[in-house]
């Protein structure tokens, strides 16, 4: 039998008509019924495109010239092409319809639970300026300090990105300072490739509510140069400034902060709130990027628990306590578990924050943890998780099955692992009763949902 090729080579053009999305947002089109995904392409419009890679059953191409545009299709509002926020050049609405087929999809080929009803998606009235954090790696060219974002699948740096759209205003404002300061004081960029310099990331967080702002400076040194003028200048620009930390990574790693934090100005904290709950965030706390979003999920996470003052519940991964303080205004006694010992640290201090007394908080591995609440006889009337993108771990699933909860409330940013999550919780005596998606990074092919399980 002859080996099956595809209907189309490398380097070829050809003019494609597309007819749906794929959940990253790539244009699909077919060729005798095999599939060319292209970049920047929408449903129902025609290109010329070139063959950039073809696989025996699907292939890559890249948009050439656009022959028939859909009335999805909008300009940019930037133009810097870094790969973060690659929707751009479709409408809102178009956006959230992506993100709710990537939920029913992956419901009905991956859980197979297509019967389950997925409410409309919770979109934002201004999808833009959202982010209230940001990393930026630094760079040199022409012996001048740059800041932006990696190019994708390299470390090429694309500069102009003090203007992205999808940050919080004054963040871009900040970074422009650092960069501009210490360039003008003479700091020196660090160079990976010869593991020296100086200057590797400068990362600003900021509080929604509060206006609060910090500033984490990440060197190779042990030693900041002029760390003096750079607090000066920083703290007189913006008086917001409420936290400037030193962060050392003097690594050959990836990873953007090192192990030691230093305190040069202000507070190790700066505070935000979430409906009625105060947050001390930290230099390393994981905090939901999106507040405001963040607050439909957790009110959506809330409603669909169901608690009542007589009720305990377990939140597995509860970070800095951000759900956990949400649900114990409501339950009896809310137990978190979360591994790294710094969020659980930040979790206890947020509950005294909120004079907050029914909510423990332990450090460990949920799976580990939750079977040994199981020998002590804690029967939780509520379980609350929200994983990592990877999902829960089976041994997790099992002790929550093991536990007998009366509801579970799965919190997720990754509806593929949600939906095979949801089918081995369905087989384990569960039963899913609905989906409710929340857009909580609009112009990414990203999207959260909040799941409701009951005991079947």
């Known amino acids: ?20 999305l794929t959940h990253e947002g790539n244009g699909v089109g077919k060729i005798n019924g095999y599939p060319l995904f292209v970049a920047n392409a929408l449903p129902g419009e025609e290109a010329t495109v070139k063959v950039i890679k073809a696989n025996k059953n699907f292939g890559f191409g890249k948009l050439l010239e656009l022959l028939k545009t859909s009335p999805e299709r909008i300009e940019p509002v930037c133009h810097v092409h870094c790969n973060g926020c690659g929707l751009q050049h479709m409408s809102y609405n178009l956006q959230l319809e992506m993100k709710m087929n990537q939920v029913k999809n992956a419901m009905k080929k991956v859980a197979h639970l297509e019967h389950v009803p997925v409410h409309p998606i919770i979109g934002m009235e201004n999808p833009l300026h959202y982010r209230n954090k940001v990393q930026i790696p630094v760079g040199e060219k022409n012996g001048e300090l740059i800041t932006g974002f990696y190019q ?46 100086v200057l590797r990331h400068i990362m600003v ?35 917001h400034i409420k936290s400037i930390m030193h962060n050392v990574n003097s690594k050959r790693t990836n990873v953007i902060l090192g192990e030691k934090t230093k305190l040069l100005f202000g507070d190790e904290y700066i505070h935000d709130k979430i409906g009625d709950i105060t947050f001390a965030i930290s230099a390393k706390s994981f905090y939901q990027i999106n507040p405001s979003q963040t607050k439909m999920l957790y009110e959506k996470a809330l409603e669909y628990a169901q608690i009542d003052s007589n009720d305990t519940v377990i939140d ?33 201090k947020n509950a005294k924050l909120n004079g907050i007394t029914n909510a423990e908080f332990v450090v460990g591995e949920a799976e580990k943890i939750m079977p040994w609440w199981t020998a002590q006889g804690l029967r939780p009337d509520v379980i609350v998780v929200d994983p990592p993108r990877k999902g829960c771990d ?18 997720s940013c990754n509806p593929s692992t949600l939906a095979r999550d949801l089918r081995i919780l369905e087989d384990s005596g569960y039963e899913t009763k609905k989906l409710q998606p929340v857009d909580m990074f609009p112009q990414t092919g990203h999207v959260e949902c909040c799941a409701l399980i009951e005991k079947a």
Not at 319 to 331: C, D, R, Y
């Open 1 to 20: 039998m002859a080996k099956q090729s595809a209907p189309v080579e490398k380097n070829e053009t050809i003019t494609l008509t597309f007819e749906d």
């Open 394 to 411: 089976e041994e997790l699933l099992q002790a929550m099955v093991e536990m007998k909860p009366k509801r579970i409330v799965y919190v």
């Open 205 to 239: 967080r900021t509080g929604q509510e509060t206006k609060d702002i910090m500033v984490v400076i990440v060197t190779r040194t042990d030693k900041l140069p002029h760390q003096d003028e750079l607090i000066k200048e920083l703290t007189k620009t913006y008086p």
């Open 316 to 348: 597995a991964y509860c970070g800095i306590g951000t759900i956990s303080l949400f649900l114990a205004q409501k339950a009896k006694k809310v137990y978190g578990v979360e591994v790294v010992p710094e969020a659980i640290s930040d979790a206890k």
């Open 152 to 197: 994708k699948r390299s470390h090429r740096i694309i500069e102009n990105t003090e203007t992205c759209v999808t940050h919080n205003e004054v963040i871009n404002d900040v970074v422009k300072t650092v960069r501009n300061t210490a360039n003008r004081l003479g700091i020196r960029a660090y160079n990976e490739e010869v593991h020296k310099g």
